[in-house]
């Protein structure tokens, strides 16, 4: 590294040189590699919610509540998913609105399938409620503007329009050689094969979504 605001010197050039002075040698000290992360691990500041700290029900008028040992009891609660196209029934976070109308989260669930049925139930109940869910059987068109895809497609409900942002988080791979794609509210459109799509209805999807 060059000194600040002069030039490079050799280390002959210093006072204190190897000729001038005498090395001692000292043995190499061990030192434990760090131990790996744990994958229990919690990320600062997240809760993990678990069966054995958190109970799922529903209150009056079908609401969900959520009752977390050392923390108290949570009304209104709703569920958000974190990675809803890689991991639709993991990693879900939930949340409920305080006083002031704030959006709280209360923690995050990393494996729904660990808590009972009934508790499963709910929480798919209330994703279901907030998620919208299309199975694709036609595409008629796909325009591109501004990096957003503009889809025309036929789906179990009929036409529909949808927006997708064109990025690779948007769209990944479902099953062997299906796709999901995740619009710009977070909706699921699945093509369970893109083989199996109308020749011309594949050839206007694989060229935008090729990967």
């Known amino acids: 590294m060059r000194p600040e605001g002069g030039t490079r010197k050799l280390a002959s050039d210093w006072?204190?040189?190897e000729s001038?002075?005498?090395?001692?040698?000292?043995?190499?000290v061990d030192i434990p590699p760090p131990a790996a992360p744990s994958a229990t691990t919690e990320a600062p500041g997240v809760r993990r919610l678990t069966p054995e700290t958190t109970t799922i029900f529903e209150g009056t008028l079908s609401v969900l509540?959520?009752?977390?040992?050392?923390?108290?009891l949570f009304r209104g609660v709703f569920a958000?998913?974190?990675f809803p196209v890689r991991h639709p029934s993991r990693f879900i976070s939930l949340?409920?609105?305080?006083?002031?109308d704030k959006d709280l989260e209360i923690g995050v669930i990393e494996d729904l399938s660990v808590f009972p049925q009934d508790q499963q139930a709910l929480v798919i109940r209330d994703l279901t409620a907030h998620y919208y869910e299309k199975v694709i059987r036609r595409v008629f068109d796909v325009r591109y503007e501004?990096?957003?895809l503009f889809f025309d497609v036929e789906t179990q409900s009929g036409r529909e329009h949808f927006v997708m942002p064109w990025r690779g988080d948007r769209a990944e791979e479902y099953g062997?050689?299906?796709?999901?794609?995740?619009?710009?509210l977070d909706n699921r459109y699945i093509i369970p094969d893109v083989e199996e799509l109308p020749p011309a209805d594949r050839q206007r999807f694989t060229s935008f979504i090729y990967w």
């Open 15 to 17: 006072p204190f040189a």
């Open 20 to 28: 001038n002075m005498t090395t001692t040698l000292q043995a190499p």
């Open 65 to 72: 509540h959520c009752s977390v040992k050392g923390q108290g």
């Open 80 to 82: 958000i998913r974190m």
């Open 95 to 100: 949340h409920y609105t305080d006083v002031s």
């Open 146 to 148: 501004f990096g957003l």
């Open 176 to 184: 062997e050689t299906g796709r999901v794609l995740l619009d710009a």
